[in-house]
């Protein structure tokens, strides 16, 4: 409920609709919501914010080599027909999990990702990417599962739990996740002591661009990267408050 009331639409329409119903302050409240309007839909003003809390990419020739690579959930779609791995935007997450493991950066891959919103109860999200690494021809004695957990924490929580119980505990593990989810993702890792250098993938936003499209069209895409921040910033505080970071 919080998200959907700080989020740009709501904020705009709210603007839009308090200059209708307080007749006093009409016009200060019309010009505030063609502010916010102009404000949400700018993309060169979207991109940078998007630019400043995606975690940094890393080159592959960089990195050294990791026994294990955790691949967080947040990947598949619920769509129809099931005779296949439907798979969002997110899906960059495991493609380059695939591309480290062929390139020999990773033994190993533990998909962490149980039921979560978008995937029916009885199909859990990890058992669905080992099938889709598995058709990506990587080898199923190397693909770890964890497909208990409903959100970030329980990620690095029952990830760690199961590197325990498989004899994994103390080795090399990397992070992989999307750009933007990458914060709040180490800090859950980091709290629950389970040590892991980070990856991202899934990147939203572009170089910087000084063009008119960029600069003065409105773009609904714009919106969307503000969707973005604003919902991690409050995941950020909310998981502070639960004590999960």
Request: with cysteine.
């Amino acid at each position: 409920m919080l998200t959907f009331l700080v989020m740009p639409v709501t904020l705009i329409v709210l603007a839009f609709l308090l200059s209708w119903f307080i007749k006093k302050k009409r016009q200060t409240l019309f010009w505030i919501g063609m502010g916010l309007l102009l404000l949400f839909t700018n993309l060169f003003i979207s991109n940078a914010l998007l630019r400043w809390w995606e975690d940094e990419p890393v080159a592959i020739e960089s990195l050294s080599h990791y026994d294990i690579g955790i691949v967080l959930g947040g990947i598949t779609s619920d769509k129809e027909p099931r005779d296949r791995v439907h798979t969002s935007g997110a899906a960059d997450r495991i493609l380059h999990a695939v591309q480290l493991y062929r390139r020999g950066k990773i033994d190993k891959i533990l998909v962490s990702g149980g039921t979560g919103k978008i995937i029916e109860d009885e199909v859990k999200e990890a058992v669905l990417l080992k099938k889709l690494l598995i058709l990506s021809k990587v080898s199923g004695e190397d693909i770890m599962v964890e497909d208990a957990s409903r959100n970030t924490y329980e990620n690095a929580l029952y990830s760690k739990n199961l590197l325990s119980q498989q004899g994994e505990a103390g080795q090399n593990y990397l992070l992989i996740t999307s750009a933007f989810h990458m914060p709040r993702a180490k800090a859950c890792f980091d709290e629950v002591g389970l040590d892991v250098d980070t990856y991202s993938a899934d990147f939203r936003t572009d170089e910087h661009k000084f063009t008119p499209d960029v600069l003065l069209i409105p773009s609904s895409a714009a919106i969307g990267n503000w969707e973005i921040v604003i919902r991690e910033l409050l995941g950020m505080v909310a998981y502070k408050l639960r004590g999960y970071i």
